[in-house]
């Protein structure tokens, strides 16, 4: 669960592409490819997929994102070295065509925010850490499933999922921090801007 900056923010969408065969990129493959590395960059990844056009605007993926973002992060703080998910998440699959867009439009202002990032009060990056940070991540995982129904607004948690990661991979205790002011930004935005009542019709209520 050691951070590390040998995957920069600008090259995580190109990594997955790249390293992973096939037309098609599944859920699998990207625990995969980064699972036993680090709790930074697949959750980084993660949260970049609900965050970047054109994938954060695929109907369902933010709610799938969501419990693969909950099931990583539970077993990766009791030290699970193969992140297991059920075959119907594992096996769901984003075509490299989008991912490909998704890295040309995200990867200049990726490497801008990259160019930002330095190892900065460290103390808030150390162990505990990851698991205060957790619990975080988890709450905002959970919130991506009614943000969907707010056009764009996913983007908030995901931004924060992103900010998190980012964090450990570069230790960097300024990006935590802010990392905390998204999560309160997406929880506020989530009681706002949600329509509750759609929401519970969902459901049945």
């Known amino acids: 669960m050691t951070a590390s900056r040998d995957n920069p923010l600008e090259n995580v969408l190109e990594r997955a592409i790249n390293e992973i065969d096939g037309d098609n990129v599944t859920f699998g493959d ?25 994938i954060g605007a695929v109907p369902g993926l933010p709610m799938i994102v969501g419990l693969v973002i909950i099931l990583f992060t539970v077993q990766i703080v009791f030290g699970a ?28 202002w990726l490497k801008r925010i990259d160019g930002l990032v330095s190892e ?36 908030a948690p995901g931004w924060a999922v992103t900010l998190f990661g980012l964090a450990f991979m570069a230790r960097d205790g300024v990006l935590m921090l802010l990392g ?24 049945g209520g």
């Open 120 to 155: 900065r009060i460290t103390m808030l990056t150390g162990r505990w850490s990851i698991y205060v940070s957790a619990i975080i991540v988890i709450f905002l995982a959970l919130l991506m499933v009614p943000l969907e129904l707010v056009p764009f607004a996913v983007a």
């Open 30 to 54: 990207i625990l995969d490819l980064f699972g036993e590395r680090s709790f930074g960059p697949v959750i980084v990844l993660l949260g970049l997929l609900v965050t970047v056009p054109p």
């Open 81 to 108: 070295k193969r992140i297991w998910v059920p075959g119907f998440i594992e096996h769901r699959s984003i075509s490299k065509e989008k991912l490909k867009a998704a890295d040309e439009k995200a990867k200049p």
């Open 180 to 203: 905390y002011l998204m999560a309160a930004i997406a929880a506020a935005l989530t009681v706002a801007l949600v329509p509750w009542g759609q929401f519970a019709g969902l459901f």
